[in-house]
């Protein structure tokens, strides 16, 4: 008996690296933090941070985006996402976008400072006090064009419960299966009083804001874990929603928590050594946010971070297709330093990836799905050179 041989999988091409911000270049000095949406129709649009010095609030700080119409292939000018009142001493910063998938309607969440950041912030719900941080949404109903910008400060903090929190940057989900479908989450860092006596001590904890409705009216979810810092966030096949946490203390590893309820609580996960991070933000986010949960494709995440123990570095991409449970590297996007990253699954299979190296450039990538799934095949990550 004969069998037919299988024709090799090809290897896998190294994508290109576009440059979206470099350092003394365009409306600011530094460029930090970024968010990336898919916006459909090989529409995306990339934000970060524009900051004076690189350092954080309150320093001078505004956020920009930009926009691409071919899927990441080339990618228009600035255009200003929230300018900064600099005769106010009113600064913005850490943007996270949220697509929802029935509407088109976009919501960005960001942090809202004046003369304190999250380090010295008092307890407070008041915009107006300069010593409080607060946070904010935008929705927008145009792509992204216009915003309409709403606090969410009195929700979010508390001050009998914690002394500040801000949202975490990066991408946000719509939740698509179960009896929440149709949920927005957004998940936050917060500064707790430790067991719960408003004081000195604290402890930083996790936790998510949600919308049923479309952004107009808020809920906060209740609060998991210890030293849980930024996080974050993706759906399961099954409908159950995970959290991936930055270790505030930055031990090597990263956190987990699980809500079987639309992230109204939460089971914590503790320590999670799958992978080395340095205590840096990262991104989780399904290859295919609409697949039916029965699907297959539903059951396959991707995640960015910065893979080593002791550095911001090594920027790599992975990927699972168990919900999680296993994962493989895909892609190195960056061989050297790097800070925050993000992913994304884009419509047509291929995954777009954004990060930044040292407050110097904002770079992008686009894994095409054939590449990726060769990676998979052959077990080889593909590597971009430095």
């Known amino acids: 008996m004969s069998t037919t041989a299988q024709p090799p999988v090809p290897a896998p091409s190294a994508p290109a690296v576009s440059v979206l ?18 916006l459909g129709g090989g529409e995306l649009l990339a934000a970060f941070d524009g900051r004076e010095t690189g350092l954080d609030v309150p320093d001078p700080t505004g956020l920009v985006q930009r926009r691409s119409l071919d899927g990441g292939r080339s990618w228009g000018d600035f255009e200003t996402l929230r300018d900064a009142d600099r005769e106010g001493r009113q600064w913005y910063c850490d943007p996270a976008f949220l697509r929802d998938p029935r509407t088109g309607r976009l919501a960005m969440f960001h942090t809202h400072a004046k003369d304190h950041g999250v380090w010295n912030a008092v307890a407070g719900t008041d915009d107006d006090d ?21 606090s969410v400060t009195a929700v979010a903090n508390p001050p009998e419960l914690l002394r500040t929190a801000f949202p975490t940057s990066g991408s946000s989900i719509v939740l698509r299966h179960g009896p929440h479908a149709g949920r927005w989450l957004q998940p936050y860092a917060g500064w707790f009083w430790k067991d719960g006596q408003v004081g000195d001590e604290q402890v930083v904890r996790s936790y998510v804001l949600f919308s049923d409705d479309q952004g107009e009216t808020w809920q906060r ?63 989780l986010a399904r290859r295919f946010p609409d697949a039916d949960s029965a699907d297959p494709r539903a059951r396959e995440l991707l995640f960015s971070n910065a893979r080593d123990r002791a550095e911001r570095r090594r920027g790599t991409l992975s990927h699972s297709a168990d919900d999680g449970a296993t994962w493989q590297d895909v892609l190195v996007f960056e061989p050297g330093a790097l800070d925050y990253s993000v992913v994304q699954g884009l419509e047509d299979g291929a995954v777009g990836v954004l990060w930044e190296v040292e407050s110097r450039e904002i770079r992008f990538t686009r894994m095409e799905a054939a590449d990726l799934d060769a990676a998979i095949t052959t077990g080889k990550p593909v590597v971009i050179s430095a």
């Open 221 to 283: 979810g209740e609060p998991v874990g210890e030293d849980m810092d930024e996080t974050t966030i993706v759906e399961l096949s099954d409908g159950a929603v995970l959290l991936n946490s930055r270790d505030h203390h930055r031990r090597g590893y990263r956190r987990l928590a699980v809500s079987r309820d639309g992230g109204q609580s939460w089971e914590d996960r503790g320590i999670d050594e799958t992978f080395v991070d340095p205590g840096n933000n990262a991104q």
């Open 21 to 38: 911000a470099r350092a003394d270049e365009g409306p600011w000095a530094r460029y930090r933090i970024v968010a990336l949406v898919d």
């Open 130 to 150: 300069r010593d409080v941080l607060g946070s904010a949404v935008g929705l927008s109903d145009d792509g992204g064009r216009t915003w309409d910008f709403r």
